[in-house]
T-cell receptor, first 116, second 111 residues
Framework: EPEVTQTPSHQVTQMGQEVILRCVPI?????FYWYRQILGQKVEFLVS????????KSEIFDDQFSVERPDGSNFTLKIRSTKLEDSAMYFC??????????????FGEGSRLTVL | KQEVTQIPAALSVPEGENLVLNCSFT??????LQWFRQDPGKGLTSLLL?????REQTSGRLNASLDKSSGRSTLYIAASQPGDSATYLC??????????FGAGTQVVVTP
């Protein structure tokens, strides 16, 4: 069964360092998302991406964050200068389409980011 | 701003009992409602998706209802098993697929 895959599963980094989290969405999906979950808190929307551009972003997604689809399969989240409060589980998700279809969201297993 | 609330926050039942999990949302202008399961330290597994025009969806022992006008959804799990122990999350989406999540209901099914 097709699935969303994420790497790395766990990354530990020093405050101020750059981090890139990688995702391979389901191949025929068109919408891609990043969500995060701080330990013990709700899953929060960060950004959605369609047709090679950001379609929506939350107030959390500030200038320190960026997303990219460098090729036909990968979808990356970059945090330029990590802060302690960026420590969280980051989930990539994809859906076949948002409007005019089911828009069912499929999640990866997550990348746990620990900032020291 | 959409707010999603799940009650109860935690639930413990003996094996074989039916589970009833509640989700409410403040803005009825949703596109989809989706129920997920999350095991500790793991990702989210999609259980059921209900489109806004639908009233319910069923998959095996799971049944989810949606009353959009009152801003409520209920997930029923029949004849619970210890393997059903997990956190269950409800999420609602707008037309662009952005989902807003509830805090979840942590379920423990005791043998």
């Amino acid at each position: 069964e097709p699935e969303v895959t994420q790497t790395p599963s766990h990354q530990v980094t020093q405050m101020g360092q750059e981090v890139i989290l990688r995702c391979v969405p389901i191949s025929n999906h068109l919408y891609f998302y990043w969500y995060r979950q701080i330990l013990g808190q709700k899953v929060e929307f960060l950004v959605s991406f369609y047709n090679n551009e950001i379609s929506e972003k939350s107030e959390i997604f500030d200038d320190q964050f960026s997303v990219e689809r460098p090729d036909g399969s990968n979808f990356t989240l970059k945090i330029r200068s990590t802060k302690l409060e960026d420590s969280a589980m980051y989930f990539c998700a994809s859906s076949e389409i948002a409007q005019g279809n089911t828009g069912e969201l499929f999640f990866g297993e997550g990348s746990r980011l620990t900032v020291l | 701003k959409q707010e999603v609330t799940q009650i109860p926050a935690a639930l413990s039942v003996p094996e074989g009992e039916n589970l009833v999990l509640n989700c409410s949302f403040t803005d009825s202008a949703i596109y989809n409602l989706q129920w997920f399961r999350q095991d500790p330290g793991k990702g989210l597994t999609s259980l059921l998706l209900i489109q806004s025009s639908q009233r319910e969806q069923t998959s095996g022992r799971l049944n989810a209802s949606l009353d959009k006008s009152s801003g409520r959804s209920t997930l029923y799990i029949a004849a619970s098993q210890p393997g059903d122990s997990a956190t269950y999350l409800c999420a609602v989406s707008d037309s662009w697929g952005k989902f807003q999540f509830g805090a979840g209901t942590q379920v423990v099914v005791t043998p």
